[in-house]
């Protein structure tokens, strides 16, 4: 922690020049190093895996093809065994039948048997023989019927579980199905050449290194490609190796497939045959990152010269303006940083000095500001006086409806001016609309009713002053004194939810346009708009609380959402 403090410390001690040199150099060396090591692992193993998928596709159309391969040899076996002809010919006993059995069975070889085999053989060319060894040593024909005695019975015990066996002969794969006729049985046998096998596959697949192991891991048939060939390659260990195999110090991807009769079939590819292109990243990275340093060095000096000339005249100028000389023009052509700091601090300067030869107006201006708002305070009392006046003549003159608007006007402003304050009670903001609603009633009489639903936990919450009077006479002049209907309503609510404050106002009157739906809330008006307390109320308590209008018609509904905090009267 010590010796990066120091080496910061000492690296902030630098001069200009140098920094940008050794700033230089280190972005250069690290990502491009960073870039090019990345680069050839990355490349290195998109290469494997492409080989990697190479083979599996390969290996997927190999293992079917071989697949069927095994299961058309067990089915040739079941139908040899099942064919009544198949069967008279293989239950032939010469010392037991007579002269014209002995012509039928023989007759059976010819016109039968032989041309069944015959064909199987040529519809599968991987078929070396099909041979029956009988227990008979006596029974024999040609390479199809052959004694039991010259049938290996070592390499059939070792896989001798299931009814059909297979094993590799030291040449040929064999596929053996025990045969039983009431006393008499044998081994039905099929030699298969590897080769052959594998030719069946395609033909792609022997642009691989590919080796068939039997069950046991004995090396049944390879196929090396000539760039591996001379190598000391231990065969065996492929078969149960995993994706990447080291083999006489090579790197070998395998991949091997158990077939169906428990054959394993691999394939192994020389990593350097298709990575020996990949190293050419480095040595470009490497020339690159050398090509990058030269012209790092030229740029440095080239342009350390030209900052630090700039910011040493730069520096010079707030000198200047520390020492309270504040006449300084100073201007720069140049768009980068230093070029806007330079021409910010001419402007920081010169509104300084703006600032400096307003401050003697300001102290005027204020002076008239305090006069004024002292004849303001005179001027509320002045109205009230007055209509104080106006309410006694009318009561003299008998005038109770001019009386009733006086009062409740006074009453009014009295309220909205709320003694300076800029909060105020939910309870004192329906007082406020009450006193309008009183002189509206006044003036238009039973063309409405008012229904208030009033949570009395909403009573003492606060609120900002006149925020439902505008909407009620919103729902007066723009509602309800346009309808044709007579006695509409309007319904105020106060309601808590989820620790909001929620107010509503609804009338039935005739309703908004829907074409004003949404330009209703940002419409600039001449008198106090719905716009106003939106932005008020927002400005106050941010962007998700404020006003909304949530119906158009039947009823026209706005709703006012504000947070449900108590109101706590400061001049009490």
């Not at 505008?470 to 309007?490: D, M, Q, T, W, Y």
């Not at 719905?530 to 400005?539: A, D, P, T």
Request: aromatic share 10%.
């Amino acid at each position: 922690m010590k010796f990066s403090k120091k080496l910061i410390k000492r690296f902030n001690n630098l001069p200009y020049q140098r920094k940008l040199f050794l700033s230089h150099l280190t972005v250069l060396i690290i990502p491009i190093t960073i870039l090019g090591i990345f680069s050839f692992f990355q490349s290195r193993e998109l290469l494997i895996k492409s080989k990697l998928t190479d083979i599996e596709y390969y290996f997927s159309k190999a293992s079917i093809t071989l697949n069927d391969a095994v299961s058309t040899c067990e089915s040739i076996l079941d139908e040899i065994y099942i064919d009544p002809k198949m069967s008279q010919v293989l239950n032939y006993s010469p010392d037991k039948n007579s002269d014209s059995e002995e012509n039928l069975y023989f007759s059976n070889l010819e016109t039968v048997f032989s041309p069944y085999i015959y064909n199987i053989k040529s519809n599968n060319e991987f078929i070396r023989e099909i041979t029956f060894y009988s227990y008979r040593d006596n029974l024999s024909y040609r390479s199809i019927i052959r004694p039991y005695s010259e049938f290996k019975a070592d390499n059939l015990s070792k896989n001798s579980t299931g009814r059909f066996k297979w094993f590799y002969n030291g040449k040929m794969i064999v596929l053996s199905r025990s045969i039983v006729y009431s006393e008499y049985k044998g081994e039905l046998v099929i030699m298969i050449n590897p080769l052959k096998l594998l030719n069946t596959t395609s033909s792609q697949f022997f642009n691989y290194n590919i080796a068939m192991f039997s069950a046991d891991g004995e090396c049944i048939y390879s196929h090396i490609l000539p760039e591996d060939k001379g190598k000391d390659l231990l065969l065996e260990t492929i078969s149960s190796s995993e994706q990447r195999a080291t083999i006489s110090g090579n790197h070998y991807i395998v991949k091997n497939v158990v077939l169906n009769n428990g054959i394993i079939l691999s394939a192994f590819i020389n990593e350097h045959t298709f990575l020996n292109g990949i190293e050419n990243i480095l040595i470009t990275t490497i020339i690159i990152l050398l090509v990058c340093l030269f012209f790092s060095v030229l740029l440095t000096i080239a342009f350390s010269g030209t900052l630090t000339k700039r910011i040493t005249l730069l520096n010079k100028e707030i000198n200047k303006a520390k020492s309270g000389n504040l006449d300084i023009k100073i201007h720069s052509v140049c768009t980068d940083e230093i070029g806007v700091l330079t021409n910010n601090f001419s402007d920081m300067i010169s509104h300084i000095n703006d600032l400096i030869n307003n401050i003697y107006e300001s102290k005027k201006i204020q002076q008239k500001a305090e006069l004024k708002a002292l004849q303001s305070q005179i001027k509320p009392h002045f109205l009230y006086n007055i209509l104080q006046a106006v309410n006694w003549n009318a009561i003299n003159r008998g005038d109770d409806d001019t009386s009733k608007i006086v009062v409740n006007l006074s009453n009014f402003y009295r309220s909205i001016l709320n003694k300076g304050d800029d909060d105020i009670s939910v309870e004192d903001e329906l007082k406020i609309v009450e006193y309008y609603l009183n002189i509206e009633k006044v003036i238009y009489i039973d063309l409405f009713s008012v229904e208030f639903n009033i949570d009395p936990r909403s009573l003492h919450c606060l609120a900002i002053p006149l925020v439902l009077q505008p909407l009620v006479e919103n729902a007066v002049e723009h509602g309800i004194r346009k309808s044709e209907k007579s006695n509409c309503k309007i319904t105020i609510t106060a309601d808590i939810v989820d620790d909001k404050l929620l107010f509503t106002v609804s009338d039935d009157g005739i309703g908004i346009d829907p074409k004003l739906k949404d330009i209703i809330l940002t419409k600039n008006t001449t008198g106090y708009g719905l716009k106003n307390i939106n932005e008020r109320i927002q400005l106050r308590f941010g962007d998700e609380y404020g006003l909304k209008l949530t119906s158009l018609q039947n009823p026209t509904t706005f709703t006012i959402t504000m947070p449900a905090k108590p109101f706590v009267n400061q001049k009490s």
